[in-house]
């Protein structure tokens, strides 16, 4: 306040609603150079969490995965083997088409791999970003989210990487098949006699 200003003020008091006014900007001064960090910072927005639910919607992709391997293995081939027996009675057929049922689940375990690791990726990348923004909330519900998906991962690699872990789980769909290979060959037995 210069010289000149206090003099006027002197001789010019203000008013209680002038004085009130000037208090309520040196209040808000007074907050506005406070160092402390909102809470908000470290809380997920709503847009964020809104985010989060999109992505734990997405994130039912482990639910659609589980379902599509249990779907695989279910199958009753039984009807598939009788007409593979019908067609080709031949036991390298029956070996061939079994190989094939093997190969199919390969290669869903594969796409299922795939699809997962993209999903671990993107998990990492929204953690990422939140750790920049120092967002601790939300990088502890994507970081369960991540462990979650890796560790499904890594169970499917498993069971791709081990035969007999996958004959378990195909275990039904090939005893159908050849239970209907083998009804089919007794069923060519019987047209001969």
């Known amino acids: 306040m210069s010289i000149l200003s206090y003099i006027k003020s002197i001789f010019n008091p203000k008013s209680e609603f002038e ?8 209040q808000d001064n007074i907050q506005e150079d406070d160092n402390s960090i909102p809470e908000e910072v470290f809380v997920a927005s709503q847009d964020e969490l ?4 999109k992505m734990e919607n997405k994130i039912n992709l482990k639910q659609s ?10 199958k009753n081939l039984e009807t598939e083997g009788f007409q593979n027996c019908i067609s080709n009675n031949d036991l390298l057929n029956r070996d061939n088409n079994i190989s094939l049922i093997k190969a199919g ?10 699809d997962l690791d993209i999903r671990v990726f993107e998990i990492k990348q929204r953690i990422k970003t939140y750790e920049s923004a120092g967002m601790t909330e ?11 998906y890796e560790l499904f991962s890594d169970s499917l690699k498993e069971i791709l990487n081990n ?3 996958m004959l378990e789980k ?5 005893l159908s098949y050849e239970i209907g290979f ?11 006699i």
């Open 163 to 165: 035969e007999s872990l």
């Open 19 to 26: 004085q009130k006014f000037d208090q309520d900007i040196i």
């Open 50 to 53: 809104n985010n989060l639910n």
């Open 182 to 192: 083998t009804n089919g060959l007794r069923n060519n037995d019987n047209e001969l």
């Open 138 to 148: 939300s990088i502890t519900k994507f970081s369960s989210a991540l462990s979650e």
């Open 65 to 74: 995965i589980i379902d599509e391997i249990d779907m695989y293995t279910s």
């Open 105 to 114: 689940f390969k290669n869903l375990l594969n796409k299922s791999i795939a």
């Open 170 to 174: 195909l275990n039904y769909c090939i």
